[in-house]
């Protein structure tokens, strides 16, 4: 064996908990050595098992919170999308009983035939009985207000 290129060996070697604070003396090439847990305070070895739970329930936690972040988003894209959808009934506009009930007599009961008539122009809109040009103006609004794209329509010379 060769001289001097060997550790010193200390058999009285101090260590020490850093989270319990216990100290014990065990053989080592270090005179003194710190460790975070030990076998008094490590949850396996003292049977402290609820530690362990609990972080478990932290996990649960996270995923609880993110699950219902997700649920969060897809309804108010669902909401976004049923706001503009061409189905949605004109009554739900509330335009008043007048425009709404004129609109229905002409068989137009839903924001798609409306966008559709109006596509083919104002006149055409206008033609329904009982449906005048500030129903038509309010109904523009409510829906640029409520997102929907109008169809550009050539405006009419007024005679």
């Known amino acids: ?53 609990d972080i478990e329930g932290q ?17 108010q894209k669902t909401r976004q999308e049923a706001r ?18 004129a609109l229905a007599k002409a068989g137009i009961t839903q924001v798609g035939q409306f966008l559709n008539k109006l596509a083919e122009g104002e006149q055409v809109v206008l033609a329904v009985e009982g449906f005048g040009r500030k129903s038509l103006i309010d109904m523009k609004k409510k829906l640029r207000a409520l997102g929907y794209k109008l169809p550009e329509v050539a405006e009419t010379s007024a005679s």
């Open 1 to 53: 064996m060769k001289q001097g290129i060997h550790p010193t060996y200390y058999p009285d070697a101090r260590v020490t908990c850093a989270s319990c604070g216990t100290t014990w003396t065990t053989g080592s090439t270090k005179k003194e050595i710190r460790v975070e847990i030990c076998s008094n305070c490590h949850p396996f070895f003292s049977g402290e098992s609820q530690r362990i739970v």
């Open 59 to 75: 996990v649960d936690r996270f995923y609880k919170k993110l699950q219902v972040r997700q649920a969060y988003v897809e309804d």
């Open 84 to 101: 503009v959808s061409p189905k949605r009934a004109i009554a739900e506009l509330e335009l008043g009983t007048r425009p709404t009930t």
